[in-house]
């Protein structure tokens, strides 16, 4: 799935948020969406995931409109995981994923024996498979985003949307959560508070400031000691990470 955004702007109440912003993610690849807070990370993939309609601009999906699309044909081209996940804490995991199946099903249809064998796979994909009859509310955080993102697996969708999914979770649970979106295959479009995961992660790198683009490009091109100061204002080592050889960042503050 290519993901292709052009001359987007988008107002929150009547607060212009974006403007102008224009990026694509080819199919498979992972593209991460870095920038301070208010930068306008959410209010972008609230856009991409139809939460948020856009005051200009196009959203295109292999070509396709995704604003001119019916809900539910949207729904089977992207699938968003969020760093809260409104879910109803007394439903059994293998309930919520279950509501993943919802594009593909009619109003007064019943779950099959096709929903039940892609939920048991979007399951085993996260690790998760052993767990289909516990409680969501018994679920530790990291836990819990695995389970959300098996529901939005179930969609079967080519672009998964990501926003921020690593908040809140142990250092090991953030590493898991990325390696296992890493390997899915699926276009991926990712706001990530922590840069070195942006820059670890990412194919490529999208920088917003205020609502603009100001990088765009492989991590090491775009997350430079000069941009990171300029944007984030912090000090930065940018360079190999000495255990993966994956581009690593470390940030320090700047001196009083």
């Known amino acids: 799935m290519r993901l292709r955004i052009a001359g987007l702007s988008a107002r929150v109440d009547t607060r212009p948020v974006l403007s102008g912003v224009e990026l694509t993610a080819e199919p498979g690849e992972f593209v991460a969406l870095v920038g301070p807070n208010g930068s306008g990370k959410s209010t972008l993939l609230r856009t991409v995931y139809r939460a948020l309609r856009p005051t200009a601009g196009v959203i295109s999906l292999d070509g396709e409109d995704l604003w001119a699309m019916r809900a539910r044909q949207a729904a089977r081209r992207r699938a968003v995981v969020t760093q809260h996940g409104d879910v109803d804490a007394e439903l059994s995991v293998a309930e919520v994923v279950t509501m993943g ?138 360079g190999p990470h000495p255990i993966t050889g994956r581009p690593h960042i470390a940030v320090a503050s700047r001196p009083v």
């Open 101 to 238: 199946r919802g594009p593909h099903k009619g109003l007064l249809d019943r779950e099959n024996d096709t929903d039940r064998a892609v939920v048991r796979a979007s399951l085993e994909r996260v690790g998760m498979d052993g767990e289909a009859g516990r409680p969501f509310s018994t679920l530790s955080g990291g836990e819990r985003q695995r389970v959300l993102l098996a529901r939005a697996l179930a969609q079967q969708a080519p672009l998964l949307v990501l926003d921020e999914p690593t908040n809140h979770l142990d250092v090991r649970a953030q590493l898991d959560l990325l390696d296992l979106v890493r390997d899915l295959g699926l276009t991926l479009l990712a706001a990530l508070h922590d840069l070195d995961h942006a820059a670890a992660y990412g194919d490529r790198v999208v920088v917003l400031e205020q609502g603009r683009i100001v990088g765009h490009g492989p991590p090491l091109e775009v997350l430079t000691p000069a941009l990171i100061a300029r944007v984030f204002g912090v000090r930065a080592h940018v």
